[in-house]
């Protein structure tokens, strides 16, 4: 990270000709197990990694927000704290709009900022480079303005930005992890309560994410749909969400579904168990059954919720035939593209990376992007000498 906060603490300097006085950073994330349960109130297991989104910032005595982007080649933004704050089509400022705009409607006192922002969290893969850039700057604005605000509120706040300023309907996983992860571990998050459980990463583990570099097409629409897929199946079953579907219930009354309806329910209900199992077997050290756990889940993401593509499915293939007969890799983030992770045992990593390397392209027609990652701390103050 010293090398990325060094870059935009450069870009700070150059842009606005004097020295920042904070420097903060909110991580990206990989989610273990538990995929698309967390809007329907369910649990997700999901761990911060080591890439992050960075800002070096200082407060202003007015009310006006200066920008610049690292990641866009130096591209600025400016608005005025005193005005309503409005998105511009398309643009990777509406992150920081939106954030800012949602903190005053929370009813947050500040002033204006100057910020130079960037992050090395790989975009469009999967492994939240929006939900890092959401906190990141809730985080700083609780830092100029010593702003009595808790990581969980920076979260929701972020995740609210999304879903009304950016228009994309996201639940609450990748800001909350972004927000509280600790490092070493990942969280057991319940997103009904927004409760969370330590649960440590296995010891002589390491988390190996690899990216299909398949482009992610439709995400957004698909989301949606399965999102109001879900919430067809929680009303017939007569319920808030389909976290309170127990599977007995499910197969009793399956048949009266329509059959992508069932199929969608059926993956979040099951998931739902995965996901509160994983994080037992992990916790126990039960490496078999966190494997046979994550094999199932990607099983149950590709033939019932249907959210892969076949480039994701040969990746899982190449890793699983290195990673033993239990086979725990799956995809990981919102699907139709993206990035799988498996956690190997140290001594396999290699042997998974050139599995990789000399398998997927020829089987793919697309080179991988290999991403060997250790469990972060979340959202906070970088502090540098
Ligand atoms: C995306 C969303 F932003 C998350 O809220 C979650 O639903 C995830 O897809 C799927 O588990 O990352």
Redesign the pocket.
Known sequence: MSDLVSKVRAVFEVGFRYQAQYVLQAPGRV?LI??????NDGY?LPCAINYCAVVCASPREDSLVRVISVDYDGATDEFSLDEDIVSIKNSWANYIRGVIKHLKLRGYQFGGADIAIGGDVPQGA?L?SS?ALEVVIGQTFKALYSLDISQQEIALNGQEAENQFVG?N?????QLISAEAKKDHALLIDCRSLATRLVALPKGNSIVIVNSNKKRGLVDSE?NTRRKQCEVAATFFGVKALRDVDIDTFYARESELDSVIAKRAKHIITENARTYAAAQAMASNDMQTLQRLMAESHASMRDDFEITVPEVDTLVAIIKSEVGALGGVRMT???FGGCVVSIVPDALVNQVINAVETQYYEQSGLWASIYVCTAQIGAGSVFTS
């Open positions: 989610n538990g995929e698309h349960t967390d809007y997700v999967g939240s939900a994309c996201c639940g609450i996983m990748d989301y983030g919102g699907g």
